[in-house]
């Protein structure tokens, strides 16, 4: 995941990350160009789903011959999951597949990784 400054585009960095007394997560980010910043607050939830599935914030290497394919019910499953981790999920799901030589995401393969990550 990675977010862009929105004044000039440029990408945004880590500056501080901490956890509450309440289990929430603080990080902020902040432009290296001009200066802009944001803060994102994560409930434990949240924050346990993106430590878990976060794979690489590098881009992509996978070769094609090793592309999964997701058949239909679970690509409709995946449009319901919440759009702020959607990429998140579908690259653990896809991590979990890889990992276990299957090819094609089902429902029954999201159900395993949900119940494996206990969300």
Known sequence: MKFTCLKCNKEMVN??????????????????ECGSS??????????????????HTEACSTPASTIIQWDKDAQARLSNIPEMV???A??????YASERGLNTITT???DK???LYGM
């Open 15 to 32: 500056t501080k990350a901490g956890n509450t007394e309440d289990g929430l997560t603080n990080t902020s980010f902040s432009c290296p």
């Open 38 to 55: 944001f803060g994102l607050v994560t409930n434990a939830m949240e924050t346990k789903a993106i430590r878990e599935l976060v794979l």
């Open 86 to 88: 959607r990429s998140m």
């Open 90 to 95: 579908q690259k653990g799901i896809e991590k």
């Open 108 to 110: 029954d393969v999201m």
């Open 113 to 115: 990784v949900k119940e």
